[in-house]
């Protein structure tokens, strides 16, 4: 199966909160990654936490790891039509940034007006 | 923020012939660049590690020598796909590794092959 799993789908409405969720299996990963993939653009790194640290917050992005679970999550506060897109969690593999990233298959953020 | 630019954005070509994508690091050095393929409805799947000045690394399952990767310069990585066929058709995507940390993406090659 896949080494990183996010739903494939998230719909909210304009100006709630987005909860994006992610799991991951390698244990050992030492970042973890939340990317971003406008219509016909390439990836954008949103915001990337270390494994030591549970909560890393950037404006209107929370992010929040739960290293016992392998677990972790995007929230994005008051989710504008911008926000839509596809967001994909990848976490570094084994040896670090310099052997690539694990991603999962991202989740299609639809905004509902 | 960084940039990395992929080239061309969108490619058709004939089946049996080869196409040339190129990534660059316009504004930082990258030992290490990255090449991505997205297939419909699935996740990136890593192609191959390229390093500068020696010999890209491929993951289990990508033909080296149909994927041929050549990263000659700092802020240049080149990926080849020999001989094309249909089901080579996807969304190819490099990315640079700066500082050892943070992968910034080109913006991805779309490619048909008819």
């Known amino acids: 199966g896949e080494d990183v799993e996010q739903s494939l789908f998230l719909s909210v409405r304009e100006g709630d909160s987005s909860v994006i969720n992610c799991t991951y299996t390698?244990?050992?990963?030492?970042?973890l990654y939340w990317y971003k993939q406008e219509p016909g653009a390439g990836l954008q790194l949103l915001t990337y936490i270390f494994s030591n640290m549970d909560m890393k917050q950037d404006q209107r992005l929370t992010v929040l790891l739960n290293k016992k679970d392998k677990h972790l999550s995007l929230r994005i506060a008051d989710t504008q039509t911008g926000d839509s897109a596809i967001y994909f969690c990848?976490?570094?593999?084994?040896?670090?940034?310099?052997?690539?990233?694990?991603f999962g298959k991202g989740t299609h953020l639809i905004i509902q007006p | 923020g960084a940039v990395v630019s992929q080239h061309p954005s969108r490619v058709i070509c004939k089946s049996g012939t080869s196409v040339k994508i190129e990534c660059r690091s316009l504004d930082f050095q990258a030992t290490t660049m990255f090449w991505y393929r997205q297939f419909p409805k699935k996740s990136l799947m890593l192609m191959a590690t390229?390093?500068?000045?020696?010999?890209?690394?491929?993951e289990q399952g990508v033909e080296k020598d149909k994927f041929l990767i050549n990263h000659a310069s700092l802020t240049l990585s080149t990926l080849t796909v020999t001989s094309a066929h249909p089901e080579d058709s996807s969304f190819y995507i490099c990315s640079a590794l700066l500082l050892n940390t943070e992968a910034f993406f080109g913006q991805g090659t779309r490619l048909t092959v008819v």
């Open positions: 390698d244990s050992s990963s030492t970042y």
């Open positions: 390229s390093n500068e000045g020696s010999k890209a690394t491929y």
């Open positions: 990848a976490e570094s593999r084994p040896g670090g940034g310099a052997d690539g990233l694990t």
